[in-house]
């Protein structure tokens, strides 16, 4: 029996509202308007192909600190029972980084790329404990309806947000704000509030699951997380399925993490209109709220592991098209397309490797999952950015994604689900 089930309505809504309190900064920081922000008014002194590059570089070194403490500290979660405390914790440090990005003028790259290092740690490291959350409050029958309502909320949530930043960048006036790139500066601050306001839920109606010790295990939450970790690297060969899961994950959201990463920012680098940029961005959050959910039910009609593998075909397909993009209408129907696999697929395979470990160890085994995704971000964003300084343009950067859907998808299909 879940430990939820007496509350399980309010426990499930409350669990999945930080989905919606933390796709603010997914939406409109890391995707849409930042990245925009960022080419033309921080690295203004740039050409167009270094800001594209730092920027790549600059998530780089955000996700592999975060890729580097996760397994430990998931660890330490799970030995102590304080999943919420590093989610308070991680999170704090994200909506602080994030409303600091208010500071941000012109030729400030450095100080841009500092903060938005920091902001993406906190938002990192928080998902970690959050997706931790999800084998204690859904039971496995339920995994994935939950999981993808996460990832619809979010949607929502993250796509409403990014519409009013919208509206405070091209229609500054209306909000009594003196300028579009003062526009830009408040929409950062409007995430950080969002965030720290839709995050109460969580807090208040969400338990946290007992801890189990080990024995022989330490007393002692540091050297005990350790050991655990030590315990985990070990035996999650075991775990064979959960195993081959990660592999194929790191190496297939090593190309959807760089898309959201590097999308807009290449899009500017190849002239498409900053209100085109960020309006398709829009679309996707909107179009990604059905989607999720219908990707949810797919799986109940042909497996997780069948509906991921369809998301990865149509994301080979959005990497092809988007070397050839030229125009802003090229731009919002791979947008589109984007709307219609990113919510879900993500959220399948979150849920997807929920089956394939032990409960009781959430934290730790989502450790490692959270790594597989850090460090395919570190990986992805890198390799863009130098082949857009070898080359010159970021186009074979785009097209060279493809072998990240074809390598994961083949490894994904020797994984048994059951």
């Given at each position: ?176 704000i003196p300028d579009p790139q003062w526009g830009y500066r408040l929409s950062f601050l409007s995430v950080a509030i969002w965030w720290g306001l839709f995050s109460i839920p969580i807090f208040m109606n969400v338990k946290e699951p007992k801890p189990i010790h080990f024995i022989g295990e330490s007393k002692n939450w540091l050297k005990a997380g350790f050991q655990r970790l030590c315990k985990t690297f070990g035996e999650v060969r075991r775990f064979t399925e959960a195993f081959k899961f990660l592999i194929a994950f790191w ?168």
């Open positions: 029996m879940e430990i939820y089930n007496k509350k399980s309505k309010k426990v499930i809504l409350s669990w999945c509202m930080y989905d919606w309190a933390n796709s603010g900064f997914a939406t409109t920081i890391m995707a849409a308007v930042l990245p925009v922000f960022y080419s033309s008014v921080a690295a203004v002194d740039l050409t167009k192909t270094q800001a594209t590059s730092y920027w790549g570089y600059t998530n780089s070194v955000g996700m592999l600190l975060i890729a580097l403490s996760a397994p430990i500290l998931g660890a330490i979660a799970d030995h102590s029972g304080t999943r919420k405390g590093f989610l308070c914790i991680f999170a704090s440090v994200g909506i602080v980084f994030t409303g600091l990005m208010v500071l941000i003028s012109t030729g400030d790259w450095l100080m841009a790329s500092i903060f938005f290092i920091f902001a993406s740690i906190g938002f990192a490291g928080a998902n970690i404990f959050y997706d931790s959350l999800l084998p204690h409050v859904a039971g496995k029958d339920k995994i994935d309806q939950i999981s993808t309502m996460g990832y619809a909320l979010g949607y929502l949530g993250g796509g409403l947000l990014l519409l009013i930043n919208i509206a405070m960048i091209l229609r500054p006036s209306f909000f009594y190496i297939y959201n090593d190309g959807i993490g760089t898309i959201i990463i590097m999308a807009t920012i290449f899009g500017n680098e190849i002239g498409i209109a900053h209100e085109h940029l960020i309006g398709a961005i829009l679309a996707v959050q909107f179009v990604g709220v059905p989607f999720s959910i219908l990707f949810g039910r797919l799986s109940r009609l042909v497996g997780p592991k069948i509906s991921i593998l369809i998301g990865l075909i149509i994301y080979t397909g959005i990497s092809i098209g988007g070397y050839f993009m030229y125009h802003p209408l090229h731009f919002w129907i791979l947008a589109i397309l984007v709307g219609v696999v990113q919510g879900g697929t993500q959220a399948l395979s979150r849920s997807l490797y929920g089956r394939l470990i032990p409960k009781d160890r959430s934290a730790e085994f989502f450790g490692f999952y959270d790594i597989s995704s850090k460090f395919s971000g570190i990986i992805g964003p890198m390799l863009f950015g130098i082949v857009g300084q070898i080359t010159g343009s970021s186009r074979l950067g785009i097209i060279s994604l493809v072998i990240f859907f074809i390598v994961g998808g083949v490894i994904l299909t020797s994984v048994n689900e059951e």
